[in-house]
């Protein structure tokens, strides 16, 4: 016969290339699966100077299982964007705590002028609401600046 | 010059739709390297159970009196010797101390109205000399 390739015949038309029309859908699956599932934190920031500290950790917990309790320089403190006394704290706090397992992790973001007997409020608050695990807040200080102090 | 005509009219007028995989791909690469998820940083402390006291011995502890200025002073157990240091100075205190006496207990009593921010700068000499047991409390007279 002297057939080129012993009489077979390709038998299949589909294409050896992979199918790159695809890819935009791809691309833009992807892009959009990112935009639905980022979530941004829920609560606004507070106009706070941060304390420094040098040997602050990160902080060793899911997001969604950290809470902040902010209290600015007069000692007002403020949780999920709303202002509280210090007597409600323990009261918003209990439930919260019980709904999580026990697993909230308080970040206490504190101004660093803020007297410290509203911290010391703060903090017999967060004990009788039966909270174990609290982290003070702070922005990393470098070496050299604690040097000068 | 006819068939100069005829070539130009090949360019296609349509935007080329090849390249939107890689630019969809530019802006997707682009995000994720960019994204920065903020991770709180902070001194971590575990606040004592509702009602739970430990007795210490005050020989296995170590005053430290953060006053309204930012100055520590230290008071070793029962001694009712003074010393006084800055914030910065704990840190190898500290060290010292622990070395003496590894029950060691650090017990921050700060001033109702010192600033918060000499706390935290004990804590951190603290906490950068590896101390665990630290109680804190709020001065009284």
């Known amino acids: 016969m002297g057939m ?14 992979i199918p790159a029309s695809s890819l935009a859908d791809i691309a833009f699956l992807l892009l959009i699966f990112f935009m ?25 917990e ?4 950290i809470m902040n309790i902010w ?17 409600e704290i ?27 007997q509203y911290m010391d409020q703060l903090q017999t608050a967060l004990v009788n609401a039966g ?3 609290v982290v003070f807040a702070t922005t990393l200080e470098q070496s050299m600046q604690r040097a000068r102090r | 010059m006819a068939v100069l005509g005829k070539k130009k009219k090949r360019v296609s007028d349509g935007v080329p739709m090849s390249s939107t995989a890689d630019i969809a791909f530019l802006l997707l690469i ?29 020989k296995n502890i170590l005053h430290l009196l953060i006053q309204p200025n930012g100055t520590v002073e230290v008071k070793r157990g029962e001694s009712q010797q003074v010393q006084t240091m800055r914030p ?26 010192a600033s918060y921010k000499y706390m935290v700068d004990v804590l951190d000499a603290l906490k950068s000399a590896n101390a665990e047991r630290i109680s804190l409390q709020v001065l009284e007279d």
């Open chain 1, 4 to 17: 080129k390739g012993g009489g077979f015949q390709k038998s299949s038309k589909a294409s050896e290339e």
């Open chain 1, 36 to 60: 639905v599932t980022t979530v941004f934190q829920a609560d606004r920031d507070r106009p706070i100077e941060w304390p420094q500290a040098e040997a602050a950790q990160k902080i060793d």
């Open chain 1, 62 to 65: 899911k997001q969604k299982n």
């Open chain 1, 71 to 87: 209290m600015e320089r007069e000692g007002t403190v403020y949780l999920n964007d709303q202002p509280h006394t210090m007597e």
């Open chain 1, 90 to 116: 323990t009261a918003v706090v209990a439930p919260l705590y019980a709904a999580s397992e026990r697993a909230l992790v308080i970040s206490i973001r504190g101004d660093q002028d803020v007297p410290y």
């Open chain 1, 131 to 133: 909270v174990v695990r």
């Open chain 2, 30 to 58: 682009f995000f994720l390297v960019t994204t920065t998820f903020p991770k709180d940083k902070g001194l971590s402390i575990v606040l004592p159970e509702p009602g739970e006291e430990a007795q210490v011995s005050q």
């Open chain 2, 88 to 113: 910065s100075e704990v840190e190898g205190l500290w060290r010292q101390e622990v070395a003496n006496n590894p029950n060691l207990i650090a017990a921050v009593k700060t001033h109702p109205d």
